[in-house]
């Protein structure tokens, strides 16, 4: 079962956690289920960009971002070339790394 490694993050992971995921899960569904409060505004629909999330190790393991992923991840705030929605990441048999960006772009919260 692989592993995914969460780097620490100061309100959602302060200690990092290493978590075991069932391949075929999304990065998100793994964070959500082991108590990670990953932001998802969309309910894992692929509409927003709050599960932003960027993949240090185990990037080409993933599922290949679809055209909609793309577009949406243009808009999140600290893109990098290996930047994914966790909620559409799924996970392989490969070990990842994965940061979690310190903000996100959440209207609603914001309350714009």
């Not at 243009?74 to 799924?90: F, H, K, M, T, V």
């Amino acid at each position: 079962m692989p592993v995914i490694k969460i780097l620490p993050h100061a309100e959602l992971c302060p200690q990092g956690a290493e978590l075991q995921a069932a391949a075929g899960s999304t990065i998100c569904e793994v964070l959500l289920e082991n108590h990670i409060n990953i932001e998802h505004a969309c309910d894992m629909s692929c509409a927003c960009t709050t599960c932003h999330v960027i993949v240090r190790e185990g990037f080409k393991s993933l599922n290949e971002a679809d055209e909609n992923e793309d577009d949406l991840l243009d808009r999140a705030w600290g893109l990098e070339p290996n930047s994914r929605l966790s909620c559409q990441a799924i996970v392989a048999q490969q070990n990842l790394v994965v940061e979690i960006p310190k903000y996100t772009i959440n209207h609603a919260k914001e309350n714009h």
